[in-house]
Nanobody
């Protein structure tokens, strides 16, 4: 059974940057669509960005121009570079992998943007 393991969350001041990474442990296909979602307190989980095996991306409007997703298909890893962070970006960020009917989630990593 495959697992996704996130790293890189933390506390940052408004305008700062963080980089999240997501590694695969186990049998998750390299051709899976990968992505990041987030959930703020009292809100539903929402899409941040997805990237296909071929590199096609889909960003939420709220993060366009500030966040950049990248993937290394050889290592089966994905990263999220977050610049210009705002307090409203505060949430638990979840790594996701999806291929057909199979969906995998990481355990989540906390990102807090506060002065």
């Amino acid at each position: 059974q495959g697992q996704l393991v996130e790293s890189g969350g933390g506390l940052v001041q408004p305008g700062g940057s963080l980089r999240l990474s997501c590694a695969v442990s186990g049998g998750i296909s390299r051709i899976s669509t990968r992505g990041w979602y987030r959930q703020a307190p009292g809100k539903q989980r929402e899409l941040v960005v997805t990237i296909t095996f071929g590199g096609i991306t889909n960003y939420a409007d709220s993060v366009k121009g500030r966040f950049t997703i990248s993937r290394d298909n050889a290592d089966n890893t994905v990263s999220l570079q977050m610049n210009g962070l705002k307090p409203e970006d505060t949430a638990v960020y979840y790594c996701n992998a999806q291929l057909g009917p199979r969906t995998f989630w990481g355990q989540g990593t906390q990102v807090t943007v506060s002065s």
